[in-house]
């Protein structure tokens, strides 16, 4: 089983931004998607953004387009998401996950189910 850490939440201004972590130091593989979802509260968990490793092929949610980028690196073996401009909305729970294979199309992978390791999630506030 793969151990996902994501760290990086904390308290933001409205308007501002902050940059989560996901590290997968055993991560061994090579095809791959990983992804980020958020839960506010009294909400149910939803997808924010997937990289499919194969090719770097992102999806976002339209809620955070253009505002979010999702990275990763290999080296580090850490994914990461840059959250820009950020709304009262973006707050929540953000948790990581990986789907192997990941040779579907990123959007495939927002749906719960087909993600298979899950990390422990990291809380975001957003403050006005």
């Known amino acids: 089983e793969v151990q996902l850490q994501a760290s990086g939440g904390g308290l933001v201004e409205l308007g501002g931004s902050l940059r989560l972590s996901c590290a997968a130091p055993?991560?061994?593989?090579?095809?791959?998607?990983i992804g980020w979802f958020r839960q506010a509260p009294g909400k149910g968990r939803e997808g924010v953004s997937c990289i499919r490793s194969s090719d770097g092929e992102r999806y976002y949610a339209d809620s955070v387009k253009g505002r979010f980028t999702i990275s990763y690196d290999t080296a580090k073996k850490t994914a990461y998401l840059q959250m820009n401009s950020m709304k009262s909305e973006d707050a929540g729970v953000y948790y990581c996950?990986?789907?192997?294979?990941?040779?579907?199309?990123?959007?495939?992978?927002?749906?719960?189910?087909?993600?298979?390791?899950w990390g422990k999630g990291t809380l975001v506030t957003v403050s006005s």
């Open positions: 055993g991560f061994i593989y090579d095809d791959f998607a």
């Open positions: 996950a990986t789907a192997l294979p990941g040779y579907e199309s990123p959007s495939y992978y927002m749906r719960l189910d087909t993600m298979e390791n």
